[in-house]
């Protein structure tokens, strides 16, 4: 079992940036991919972003050149930095792990997730 705890949300204006973190613990040996996702009100979770252990990345088109993923091998940590946010940013962001990057596109695959932390783009 690993416990994801995200944090860095918050109120923003478009066009301003946001870093978000989350820590991984407990059985983590088995972690290659790690990933972002978010749920708007009334939509569907969705990806947001996926890396892999050595690296490669993959991004949802709305995000592209505006997110960038990253990861700490070394204290099991995902960052999602995020510029020039858009108030369809809006969302809870959640982050989640997994063995191959290609199962991080479907947040169906993943049973249970972390708290969140709320993202809020508006002038």
């Known amino acids: 079992q690993v416990h994801l705890v995200e944090s860095g949300g918050g109120l923003v204006q478009p066009g301003e940036s946001l870093t978000l973190s989350c820590a991984a613990s407990g059985s983590v040996f088995a972690i290659n991919a790690m990933g972002w996702y978010r749920q708007a009100p009334g939509k569907q979770r969705e990806m947001v972003a996926a890396i892999q252990g050595g690296g490669k990345t993959i991004y949802a088109d709305s995000v592209k050149g505006r997110f960038t993923i990253s990861r700490d091998n070394a204290k099991d940590m995902v960052y999602l930095q995020m510029n020039n946010l858009k108030p369809e940013d809006t969302a809870v962001y959640y982050c989640?792990?997994?063995?191959?990057?290609?199962?991080?596109?479907?947040?169906?695959?993943?049973?249970?997730w972390g708290q969140g932390t709320q993202v809020t783009v508006s002038s």
């Open positions: 989640n792990v997994g063995i191959f990057l290609a199962t991080m596109y479907d947040s169906e695959n993943f049973d249970s």
